[in-house]
């Protein structure tokens, strides 16, 4: 093999030596399968050809796409095989040419020299372009087939065909028609039917060719060309050695019903085009069949496959590019009613399978693949709207109708797309905390409790609680109020206090009331529906009053109490309640239950305080309780006993009743003020019992005044005294002198000369005389008759002159003999058996 140099310099070989005999030793190195060598080989010519010591020919151009091919390197391998279809050779290196072309059994004679190969051929076995670059048949078809090869592989088609069009234009080359027919049929218009060229290209060059024309054209025959099993191809799928060809032989994989590895292709190729919407498309169409197509025996890669397909359509249909293109291939416009009624169609097939399969499944609702299915639709439909005003400029040309599946198969995707699906997550929680209603509601259906959201959005609320309280149930021990609970628990009171307002809309007042309760038990706030649920209250109470033959007023009371708690200003409701709590107390006081009766009556009129009969219950109970308290006076429940029937003359200052049993209090606290020396304190209370009694009481005088009637209840309760020891004397004694100092009474005076004779008489028994006798001096001077006192001190004085007497104190003795005969007569003395022999005389 010959490399000849044009136009060089004399090569002193200290560099590459003779640049033929390199490339000579690069050839034969890469025909034994020494390619590191024959690289080595190349570029040391390269490097040559740097310094203007050889050529890069054409023919160094095609070893060089050949090794770039064999590395996978396309990008490579078609700029080196442009390189070697524009190489020409010089115009000083044009001789004569000889009779005959290369080709032994062509008897044409040759007119053009190959710029690859050196030989010389006629036009049935090369082509001259116009520019003068000349190839022979074998150098450019090869050259042709590699280059088209590379060029589809590195997605650079789009500048080969210009190359294509020089060689089958102006050179007429019938490879270079047919490759361009298969690239660009437009381009190729005019140049005749070039099927039939296609059947002698190397089978896998063929199936390149067949699917990338069927890329382009979508038409049918090209695809089952393409997909037809040739008998000399590889065992190696295409798609392994050329990526592009993925989604290809995945369709015609789903056309021979290999859905799953169909399917397996296709998610490959979306992991390298995530928001293609194309792509998203096929994996939809690829992963529903799986899952629809009955021939997966395993039900875990269906599941996968069908949550694939629900995240994928919902992306699609609410994408504007899908209906877009859909619109292009159809060839019309197509109205807002029209798009929705067909996404409706599609969405209720797609749904309809999906429940079908729940059911198969015995999947529990909130984990079904129908909720899947709608939560996805719901997030989808509304994500664009905040999306909108966050996106950066590159990537305003997506589609961002996403639902939580697709983030997570974005998610999977990794790189980028990771970021991305944060981006999305960041802009719905800013918009939500702006009070966006729509980002709240995003926010809410991307979270854990999404599905159960969901259902609640479709008014579905039996199932959501349910669910969630299962899951309290299982979860029982956990903190209430700990982080992981707070989400279930919030949907699980929303999902209560919705289920109770559709109860109210139904009039099933009992179980919106339950479910209002529920809904506050797990911390919602039912501020501003204290109307309609205090209108519950009040329909169940009229239901249980209404439908008992016999009402049973506690749990009537029990119900609205409860509602009270929720709505507690709500006016019908306090006014119901108060009637039952008096219904109640009525009840209980039959029973005898007076406290309970009371505290009833009491609650009633808390409740309403204008309620008539509620004023006249409590004020009836809270006297009879006051009366109660009364009895036997105890002077420790006196101050209740009053505080209570003031509360009642508050109610009603015209409750005779009350009005009787508090100036029987205020009066007894009157005497026991006096006693306690209170002087101004008993006045005044006595002057109120006057005004109490209204004229009209036989046990004061309001006409003799205050003092007369304080004086009166003292002398009273000491006469009430029967029996006493010397204690109770001395009390009596008190007793009388503090009633003399508001009014001197002659029964007083008589009653306090009794008592000091009684107490005189008790000192002597126990020989206590000098304490008996000076008590004379106690006796008031306006008595009529102190006879007993006066003989009883004179025994005192006997008794006392008999000690001095025998203890030889005569002159005691005897002074108190004369003070005894001042107080008796010698008749009353012998009563003492004293005598006139007695010493004491």
């Given at each position: 093999m010959a490399h000849t140099v044009w136009g060089g310099a004399e090569d002193d070989g200290a560099t590459v030596g003779d640049p033929s005999a390199r490339f000579e030793q690069a050839v034969i190195a890469y025909a034994q399968g020494r390619f590191a060598i024959t690289i080595s080989h190349l570029r040391r010519l390269e490097r040559a050809a740097e310094a203007g010591h050889a050529v890069v020919d054409a023919r160094h151009a095609a070893l060089r796409g050949a090794l770039a091919a064999r590395a996978r390197n396309w990008t490579e391998c078609c700029d080196w095989y442009?390189?070697?279809?524009?190489?020409?050779?010089?115009?000083?290196?044009?001789?004569?040419?000889?009779?005959?072309?290369?080709?032994?059994?062509?008897?044409?004679?040759?007119?053009?020299?190959?710029?690859?190969?050196?030989?010389?051929?006629?036009?049935?076995?090369?082509?001259?372009?116009?520019?003068?670059?000349?190839?022979?048949g074998p150098c450019l078809d090869v050259a042709l087939h590699n280059l088209v090869q590379?060029?589809?592989?590195?997605?650079r088609v789009g500048t080969l065909v210009e190359t294509l069009a020089s060689w089958a234009r102006t050179a007429g080359w019938d490879t270079a028609k047919a490759l361009l027919a298969c690239l660009a049929p437009q381009a190729a218009a005019d140049l005749g039917e070039q099927a039939g060229v296609l059947d002698s290209f190397a089978p896998d060059r063929r199936a390149a060719l067949l699917l990338y024309r069927a890329s382009r054209t979508l038409h049918p025959t090209d695809l089952e060309r393409a997909c037809a099993p040739e008998p000399d191809a590889p065992d190696e799928p295409s798609s392994s050695t050329y990526e592009w060809l993925r989604p290809w032989e995945a369709r015609a994989l789903s056309r021979m019903g290999r859905h799953t590895r169909a399917w397996r292709l296709q998610y490959e190729e979306w992991l390298a085009r995530p928001l293609d919407t194309a792509a998203v498309h096929a994996l939809a169409l690829t992963a529903l069949r799986v899952f629809a197509g009955g021939t997966e025996p395993d039900h875990r890669v269906r599941e996968k496959t069908a949550r694939q397909a629900i995240a994928c359509w919902a992306m699609v249909l609410h994408s504007v590019s899908y209906w877009r293109e859909l619109e292009r291939h159809s060839g019309r416009s197509l109205k807002a009613d029209e798009r929705k009624a067909a996404s409706n169609a599609l969405t209720e097939r797609i749904r309809q399978a999906l429940r079908d399969d729940d059911r198969t499944a015995d999947r529990p609702t909130a984990d079904g693949l129908e909720l899947a299915c709608e939560l996805e639709l719901a997030v989808a439909r509304s994500l664009p709207e905040i999306m909108e005003d966050v996106l950066t400029p590159p990537d305003r040309g997506y589609d961002f109708s996403f639902g939580p599946g697709f983030l997570d198969l974005l998610a999977s995707a990794g790189g980028r797309w990771k970021d991305l699906v944060a981006e999305v997550h960041s802009a719905v929680s800013e918009a939500s905390s702006e009070g966006e209603e729509t980002g709240s509601r995003l926010e809410g259906l991307l979270s854990p409790e999404g599905r159960h959201l969901t259902l609640l959005e479709a008014g579905r609320f039996d199932e959501v609680i349910a669910d969630l309280e299962a899951e309290g149930t299982a979860r029982h021990g956990a903190e209430e109020n700990s982080e992981p609970l707070r989400g279930p628990r919030s949907v699980l009171g929303a999902a209560l206090f919705a289920r109770a307002r559709a109860h109210v809309e139904g009039r099933r007042w009992s179980a919106a009331i339950r479910d209002f309760e529920g809904a506050a038990a797990v911390g919602v706030s039912l501020t501003g529906h204290e109307e309609e649920i205090g209108r519950a209250g009040v329909h169940a109470g009229f239901a249980l009053s209404r439908n008992c033959t016999k009402v049973d007023w506690q749990a009537y009371v029990g119900l609205l109490e409860r509602v009270l708690v929720m709505a507690p200003q709500h006016e019908q409701l306090r006014r119901d309640l108060a009637a039952g709590c008096v219904r109640l107390g009525e009840q209980v006081s039959q029973r005898n239950e007076h406290d309970e009766a009371r505290a009833r009556f009491a609650r009633a009129y808390g409740l309403a305080p204008s309620n008539e009969s509620a004023v006249a219950a409590l004020n009836a109970a809270e006297t009879r309780s006051a009366e109660r308290l009364l009895e036997g006076y105890v002077f420790s429940r006196l101050p209740q006993a009053i505080e209570m029937l003031r509360g009642v003359l508050d109610r009603d200052e015209t409750f005779q009743p009350a009005r009787r049993a508090l100036a029987g209090a205020l009066y007894e606290h009157a005497l026991d003020a006096a006693v306690n020396d209170d002087r101004a304190d008993a006045l005044s209370l006595m002057q109120e019992v006057h005004s109490l009694s209204d004229g009209d009481s036989r046990r004061w005088s309001p006409h003799r005044g205050p003092k007369y009637d304080i004086a009166t209840g003292l002398y009273e309760r000491a006469v009430l005294y029967d029996d006493l020891d010397e204690d109770d004397l001395r009390e009596t004694l008190d007793l009388l002198a503090v009633a003399r100092s508001y009014e001197v009474l002659p029964e007083i005076s008589g009653l306090q000369v009794s008592v000091l004779a009684d107490l005189v008489e008790l000192l002597s028994a126990d020989e206590n005389y000098d304490e008996a006798i000076a008590l004379v001096r106690r006796c008031p001077k306006d008595v009529e008759d102190r006879s007993r006192l006066d003989t009883a001190v004179a025994e005192a004085y006997t008794r006392r002159a008999r000690r001095h007497l025998d203890k030889g104190d005569n002159a005691a003795a005897r002074s108190d003999t004369r003070s005894a005969r001042k107080y008796a007569s010698a008749r009353q003395l012998s009563l003492f058996q004293v005598v006139e022999a007695d010493p004491l005389w």
């Open positions: 442009e390189r070697s279809l524009a190489f020409s050779l010089p115009g000083d290196h044009a001789c004569r040419p000889p009779l005959f072309c290369f080709d032994e059994d062509c008897s044409g004679s040759a007119g053009d020299r190959c710029g690859q190969c050196d030989r010389w051929f006629c036009q049935e076995h090369g082509a001259e372009r116009e520019d003068g670059v000349a190839r022979c590379a060029a589809i592989l590195a997605d």
